[in-house]
T-cell receptor
Framework: SQQGEEDPQALSIQEGENATMNCSYKTSINNLQWYRQNSGRGLVHLILIRSNEREKHSGRLRVTLDTSKKSSSLLITASRAADTASYFCATDRWYSGGGADGLTFGKGTHLIIQP | DGGITQSPKYLFRKEGQNVTLSCEQNLNHDAMYWYRQDPGQGLRLIYYSQIVNDFQKGDIAEGYSVSREKKESFPLTVTSAQKNPTAFYLC????????????FGQGTRLTVV
């Protein structure tokens, strides 16, 4: 089952503009992660934010987390053509015995940066 | 260089044949995973392994099998019982199964002809 849902499904902006993507999830989490996928490639980890954090920065990336609304946002500032990719949020999966068994991914936001 | 390697990158299979996808990691990670990705979709978990000689079914395990005889290796077999095997398959590993980032291979694109 898919926990996270990204919004929008697709986003096209001009180079230099900021891009914002949102993720909503359904159940309580320990952390939320964002990944990037270039076409036909594997996923690359961007950033992890823990449930007790509200905001985190990494270079041109800014992630926020609102656990009361069960949502997160990823902001890419001063976008570049090389940022064109799909972006996924992911949350820990939990099974009934109390352990974790990997990550649950949303369907992703496809970001296109127009040069 | 440390990393996770999937092979082959492209694979073609005739209907009714089993095929095995390779996944090797030299990151000394305990946990390994197999995901399936269909066009325009997110990743769905097929199988995962938290430790050598142990693995568990994910959400879509039917028609697939795995083994974890070595820490470094987690091969996936797509059997003839899998109704729609054409997809992009991604292998990943993480230090543990909890609260850590996952490292992904470059994927294997399987096409049934």
């Amino acid at each position: 089952s898919q926990q996270g849902e990204e919004d929008p499904q697709a986003l096209s902006i001009q180079e230099g503009e900021n891009a914002t993507m949102n993720c909503s999830y359904k159940t309580s989490i320990n952390n939320l992660q964002w990944y990037r996928q270039n076409s036909g490639r594997g996923l690359v980890h961007l950033i992890l934010i823990r449930s007790n954090e509200r905001e985190k920065h990494s270079g041109r990336l800014r992630v926020t987390l609102d656990t009361s609304k069960k949502s997160s946002s990823l902001l890419i500032t001063a976008s570049r053509a090389a940022d064109t990719a799909s972006y996924f949020c992911a949350t820990d999966r939990w099974y009934s015995g109390g352990g974790a068994d990997g990550l649950t991914f949303g369907k992703g936001t496809h970001l296109i940066i127009q040069p | 260089d440390g990393g996770i390697t999937q092979s082959p990158k492209y694979l073609f299979r005739k209907e009714g044949q089993n095929v095995t996808l390779s996944c090797e990691q030299n990151l000394n990670h305990d946990a390994m995973y197999w995901y399936r990705q269909d066009p325009g979709q997110g990743l769905r978990l097929i199988y995962y392994s938290q430790i050598v000689n142990d693995f568990q079914k994910g959400d879509i395990a039917e028609g697939y099998s795995v083994s974890r005889e070595k820490k470094e290796s987690f091969p996936l077999t797509v059997t003839s019982a899998q109704k729609n095997p054409t997809a992009f398959y991604l292998c990943a590993s993480s230090p543990t199964a909890l609260n850590t980032e996952a490292f992904f291979g470059q994927g294997t694109r399987l096409t049934v002809v």
